[in-house]
Nanobody
C-alpha cells in the first residue's frame, strides 16, 4: 500500500521558517515526480513546487525565492524548506507523487498525502 505522510507543519510568525517532510512508502519513488500543493480555507488547491526524477524543480511566482524543494532518494523522502513565510502562506500543505511530471504539475497526481497544517501569524 502506497502512502505519503507529511510532517513538519505548525505555527510560525511571519518572516519565520518551516521545513516540511514527506515520507513515501509502499514503492520506490526514485523515478517519480514529487511535489507540494496547498489549500487555504475557501480557496482551491494550488501548486507550490515540484521536483522531477533528475532533480529539476519548478515553483510558481508566489513562492519562488522563498521555498526550496529537495528530495532524498535513498530515504524516499521529499522536503519543502519554507523561508520568509507570510500570513498568506497559511494553508494545509499536501505532498503528491506521479510517474509523470505533467500530471503532477496540473494537480492530478496518482498519489496524495493527508496534509499538514501550516499557520503563519502576522
Amino acid at each position: 500500500q502506497v502512502q505519503l505522510v507529511e510532517s513538519g507543519g505548525g505555527l510560525v510568525q511571519a518572516g519565520g521558517s518551516l521545513r516540511l517532510s514527506c515520507a513515501a512508502s509502499g514503492r520506490t519513488f526514485s523515478s517519480y515526480a514529487m511535489g507540494w500543493f496547498r489549500q487555504a480555507p475557501g480557496k482551491e488547491r494550488e501548486f507550490v513546487s515540484a521536483i522531477n526524477w533528475s532533480g529539476g524543480t519548478t515553483y510558481p511566482d508566489s513562492v519562488k525565492g522563498r521555498f526550496t524543494i529537495s528530495r532524498d532518494t535513498a530515504k524516499n523522502t521529499v522536503y519543502l524548506q519554507m523561508n520568509s513565510l507570510r500570513p498568506e502562506d497559511t494553508a494545509v500543505y499536501y505532498c503528491a507523487a506521479d510517474s509523470k511530471h505533467s500530471r503532477l504539475r496540473v494537480g492530478v497526481p496518482e498519489y496524495w498525502g493527508q496534509g499538514t497544517q501550516v499557520t503563519v501569524s502576522s
